[in-house]
């Protein structure tokens, strides 16, 4: 049981270049998530998903995109990085049955955009 | 989600119990105390969450005042492992129903000294 795990694990980006980072669950867990993380912000919600098949808006979600094709997988995408999207991703899942489900989170993508 | 204070830092002796405390005096009746912890590096993760009542797991301690606007986290006794960011977070249900995120702050840097 590996929990949640990301690929790539670092990545460097030149401006305009577009890229997809990988979330993966072994938990069937039905929500997942994708945080960003930047220095002195704490983690803010770029976009999320409740099912296979759906996704929402988070808190930042400009300049990304998502797809969840299959339960176990939460997709992230850049079509054309910049370097404000230089950051740490996370990437979250849980049951999301109401309020009382922790959500398990991956190492991380160290992502740098040039 | 109810906002959350939590001091900036704190240190700890090796062996000795850790306290962080956290107030949020808005929180909401139905709303959850989660804790999680991030260390260097790593993904958040998870530690311990409750309601109402006073909880306990392997990692920890979770003590919440009767009024619910303040709790403690207790690590019963500290190593150097436990030096991390720890992150205090009120989830509530937002407005759209379900969409149950968490929203991070800036936390606790626990140092544990030898």
């Known amino acids: 049981n590996a929990g949640v795990t990301q690929t790539p694990k670092f990545r460097v980006l030149k401006t305009g270049q577009s890229m997809t980072l990988l979330c993966a669950q072994d938990?069937?867990?039905?929500?997942m998530y994708w945080y960003r993380q930047d220095p002195g912000m704490g983690l803010r919600l770029i976009h999320y998903?409740?099912?296979?098949?759906?996704?929402a808006k988070g808190e930042v979600p400009d300049g990304y995109n998502v797809s969840r094709l299959k339960k176990q997988n939460f997709l992230l995408g850049l079509e054309s990085a910049a370097p404000s999207q230089t950051s740490v991703y996370f990437c979250?899942?849980?049951?999301?049955?109401?309020?009382?489900?922790?959500?398990?989170f991956g190492n991380g993508t160290r992502l740098t955009v040039t | 989600d109810a906002k959350t204070t939590q001091p900036p830092s704190m240190d700890c002796a090796e062996g000795r119990a850790a306290n962080l405390p956290c107030n949020h005096s808005t929180i909401s009746g139905n709303e959850y105390v989660y804790w999680y912890r991030q260390i260097h590096s790593q993904g958040p993760q998870y530690i311990i969450h409750?309601?109402?009542n006073n909880e306990t797991n392997e990692m920890a301690s979770l003590i919440i005042t009767e009024d619910r606007k303040s709790s403690t986290l207790i690590l019963p006794h500290a190593t150097l492992r436990d030096t991390a960011v720890y992150y205090c977070i009120v989830r509530a249900r937002t407005s759209g129903g379900s969409n149950y995120k968490l929203t991070f702050g800036k936390g606790t840097l626990l140092t544990v000294n030898p």
């Open positions: 938990m069937n867990h039905e929500y």
């Open positions: 979250a899942s849980n049951t999301g049955q109401g309020l009382d489900s922790p959500l398990h």
């Open positions: 409750g309601l109402k």
């Open positions: 998903s409740v099912g296979e098949g759906t996704t």
